[in-house]
């Protein structure tokens, strides 16, 4: 579990990441009628940033992160990733879901690399690239597992490996470790933290909860519900790796778990 | 609007079976030889009066019915206590089971000829070949039914005391009984296919197959196309039947499977 | 099957050979006619002699390639026509209703009309079998194609899968377990109407064999021939459930 991962190689991208949205509008067709989901989104996301976003379900979180990894494509106002528009999924946006989405016919080796299959790499190449971050998010031994012979931690640890190995400018996470029992859900935080540290990528976190967003987030956005819209957003400011019952985290919390709680009241 | 385009999707599905008819209605009117292939729709129409104006449509269908039914009733009630058997006793498993799995291999009309030499080509013989039809999905049917009792059930069982009679009454049939549906549902389907099969091995006595294998050797291709209908709409009404009465037997189960 | 076959083998023997005895000490005991219940060495002699002759081969090529050829037709029929229907809605609405009717009509049903318009030939089996096997493989295909998660071709076009590899590793792999299955019903269908077709008409095949034999009065061929359709049907179901075994191995089991 706690396996120290050899170091991978900086990564050479030209312009990592950077995330811009400005007044995005989503309406899902219910009835003939159109129901307002996102309403007015602005975010502007620095490379190499850790963003979390919070809110009660049904807020439209999860529908926010689809957007940006392509997976719909019908939304008004702008999305941009480093200068170029969103217009569907592309290798240079990850993604890795609360249910784990490995395909059960095919083991964590051939799992992770079935994302490089677009890739002119041949077998040899492939094999390494794949072996290494097996390593990286510590799954030496379970190559040739199937996913159902693994537990939850670690099928989320070869979606994360997944989702990693094409070098995305940008992985977005939804509630990934959702699933997850309270004690492996504080591990793979740590190792994420890890993984964020080492690759300097920029990431986009859904999750409901409040803890894990101060702990992994640079700023972490409140979002409301109904229409979703932006609340509040929080700079956390403090240093990676973090001290998980820092003062300054628990009074934040407080305040998040407050809006959110006066939310539900209304 | 809406209604009109419901209307027009569910005509669509009227589209291909009415271009079947009408294909093999224009063959029927090509020549001679074509129309002793493909009875046109007024001979059938003249077939399907002829036959029930004496009776003989109605006998054949009641005689298949009546046969389907009581082999089905011997066949489903021994697939059920052997399935049953072999799923709770373990002894009972290992003893009959290879025979049970083995014999269920030999395609039941292959079977015809040889019970034929051995019990005549009777009624009771055709009873029995309906009957060993409906057996061998049953019995599959109940071991699964039996065998996959929920163990937690069980054990509520046994915290309330329950008598043998009581557990299998109030615990193991209940929870078998989607399985015993099910294997009751094909049961039904080979038993059907059965009598009707059998009856055109077996020339003697009356039956849907009888009366097709008549028209097959008399050349009436109206005659077999009323049989051929004739099955289908009865083996699909059972079988909608059954269906329907499952259902609501086993309305306390949640719907998603 | 399998619960069928673990345990000690010689427990497994134990039923098949005491009916294998109880037979042989009623055919030799003398309480019934030789004619009637043949002793199983006596089957045991035609069947060699039938081997020997090569009279056998003759029936079984004859059954196997009539099995081979029509269900490999339908087979493939059936799931290019199962897959156009659970893709297109316009393919489901226009043949949906028609493919439904037809479904119901058991194939032995069809031998009459099938004689009247092939002649008893090889046309006429194989297209009974073909009929046999097509609807239950056009059924699994749909259903299957159909339950296909969405989310896998999410996961497909996050990654940028080449149309080849989602075919052949997503979409395959997720619909095989209801084909396969499809696929079986559809194989043992067919063995059990080409056998009723044989008997029915014919000159060549192992249900002729019976037929004959039994015209004959010569029960120990047909025991011979019965024992043998049951030994091929088991062969058949047998093979299917270790390719499906093979195939799925990735499943929990």
Sequence with gaps: ?266 | MSTFKKCCAGLRGLASPLLLVAAWEAASRQDASHAYAFASLASIGAGLRELSGSGELWLSALASLQRTCLGLLYGASLGTLLGAGMALSPLAARLVGPLFHSLRQVPILGLIPLLALWFGSGEGTKVLIVALAAFYPMALNAVEGFSQVDPRYREVGRLFGLGPWQHCWHVLLPSALPSLFNGLLHALAFAWVSSVGCELFLSTGVGLGNMMMNAEAGARMDIIVIGVLCIGLLGYAMNLLFSRLSQRLLRWRPLRR | MRRAFNGQPLLWLLSPAALLLAWALAANSGAFPVQLLVPPQAVYHSFTELLVSGELREHLVASLSRLGLGFGIGAVAGMAFGTAMALSRNVEAFCGPLFHCVRQIPSIALIPMFILFFGVDDVFKVLIVTKAAFFPVALAACEGVRAIPRAYFEVASLYRLPLRSLLTEVALPAAAPTLLTGLRIGLSRAWMVLVATELLAGDIGLGQLIEMSRQMLRIDLVMVGVLLIGLIGFCLEGGFHLLEKRLLRWKPL
């Design chain 1, 1 to 266: 579990m706690t396996a120290i991962a050899p170091p991978i190689p900086p990564l050479a991208l030209d312009t990592p990441g950077a995330l811009s949205i400005r007044g995005l509008n989503k309406h899902y067709p219910i009835d003939g009628r159109r129901l307002p989901v996102l309403q007015h989104i602005d975010l502007q996301v620095q490379p190499g940033e850790f963003i979390a976003i919070v809110g009660a379900s049904g807020c439209g979180k999860s529908t926010l992160l689809r957007l940006i990894a392509g997976l719909e494509t019908d939304y008004e106002g702008q999305m941009q990733l480093d200068g170029k528009p969103i217009r569907g999924p592309s290798l240079d946006r990850g993604m890795v879901f609360q249910d784990h989405r490995l395909f059960p016919w095919k083991t964590v080796f051939d799992n992770i690399a079935l994302a490089l299959k677009h890739s002119r790499l041949d077998k040899a190449h492939v094999a390494a690239r794949v072996n290494e971050h097996i390593a990286l998010v510590g799954l030496q031994g379970f190559e040739h597992a199937y996913p159902h012979q693994l537990s939850g931690g670690m099928a989320q640890r070869a979606a994360i490996a997944r989702a990693l190995i094409t070098q995305p400018k940008l992985l977005l996470l939804d509630e990934p470790f959702g699933a997850l029992d309270a004690l492996t859900r504080v591990r793979m935080q740590q190792e994420l933290q890890r993984l964020w540290i080492q690759q300097r990528s920029t990431m986009i976190m859904v999750t409901h909860d409040v803890e894990e967003a101060l702990y992994l987030g640079d700023r972490v956005i409140v979002l409301e519900p109904r229409p979703g819209r932006i609340r509040h957003v929080i700079e956390v400011g403090l240093a990676h790796p973090r001290e998980r019952n820092a003062a300054r985290l628990q009074s934040l919390r407080q305040e998040i778990l407050g809006q959110l709680l006066s939310q539900a009241g209304h």
